[in-house]
């Protein structure tokens, strides 16, 4: 039964098509030095998220929340694109992310974090015909667990369902989906001076 999955889903619906427009794919798949930056503003995001998540106590959730860890794939990304580990360390971080004071906190995160592999399906489609990236060149991150992604979200799926059986309990983890929605949001919608540098003069790969 996927109860807590399809009421995450309705809450969120249209903070998810603002997400995608403020996103704006299309435009950053022009050419290589915009995408770049787009990978630059994921990396700003989920670096800290997940370095904030791993402060957390799991322990309660059946979940292996270091297997799921993506900023990695981010930086292998931006490195195929032509950035050094210097250039890296100067790229801005995300200031707002969502309070995560436990594991109901932490599903809500990563219902965000995790539902993004979904659509990073058509993303890597788009990236493989329009810029030739493929999950070895650059597209990493959004080719994500490549043929487990459908497992992956059963798995977290089951570890939500099951965790989040109580009204409390559910309002909170819905709660952290929402915050964590608007700070992607706000981030991904910040002014692109925010990652001038991967947009500059760094040569491209
Ligand atoms: C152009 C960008 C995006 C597109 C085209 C897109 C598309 C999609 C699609 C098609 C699904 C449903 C997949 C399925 O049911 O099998 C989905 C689900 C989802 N996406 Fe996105 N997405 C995009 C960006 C994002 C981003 C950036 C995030 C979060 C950081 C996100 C979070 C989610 C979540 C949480 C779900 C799960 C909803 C559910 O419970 O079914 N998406 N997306």
């Given at each position: ?10 809450a ?27 990978i ?5 995001i989920y670096?800290?998220l ?5 402060t957390?106590d ?5 979940i292996?929340f270091?297997?799921r ?8 990304d931006l490195m195929?694109?032509g ?6 360390t ?6 707002w992310?969502?309070t ?14 995790e ?13 493989q015909?329009?810029l030739?990236?493929?999950?070895s060149?650059?597209?990493r ?5 490549g043929?487990?992604v ?6 977290y799926?089951a570890t939500?369902?099951?965790?989040g059986?109580?009204p ?8 952290a989906?929402?915050e964590?929605f ?5 981030w991904?919608?910040a002014p692109v ?10 040569p491209v790969?």
């Amino acid at each position: 039964m996927e109860g807590l999955r399809f009421r995450l889903r309705a809450a969120t619906a249209s903070a998810h098509a603002r997400l995608e427009a403020a996103m704006d794919i299309g435009a950053h798949c022009t050419d290589r030095r915009t995408y770049r930056t787009l990978i630059a503003r994921f990396w700003g995001i989920y670096a800290p998220l997940e370095a904030a998540l791993r402060t957390v106590d799991l322990g309660a959730l059946n979940i292996d929340f270091a297997a799921r860890s993506k900023a990695g794939w981010l930086v292998e990304d931006l490195m195929v694109l032509g950035l050094s580990l210097e250039d890296m360390t100067s790229l801005p971080r995300a200031q707002w992310l969502p309070t995560i004071e436990g594991p109901a906190d932490a599903l809500g995160v990563m219902y965000v974090m995790e539902g993004a592999s979904l659509g990073g399906q058509i993303i890597s489609r788009q990236l493989q015909t329009q810029l030739a990236i493929t999950r070895s060149t650059g597209g990493r991150f959004f080719s994500s667990y490549g043929p487990e992604v459908g497992d992956k979200w059963r798995s977290y799926v089951a570890t939500l369902e099951a965790f989040g059986d109580s009204p409390a309990i559910a309002a909170r983890i819905e709660g952290a989906a929402l915050e964590t929605f608007a700070c992607f949001e706000a981030w991904l919608a910040a002014p692109v001076a925010a990652t001038s540098r991967v947009g500059g003069t760094e040569p491209v790969h």
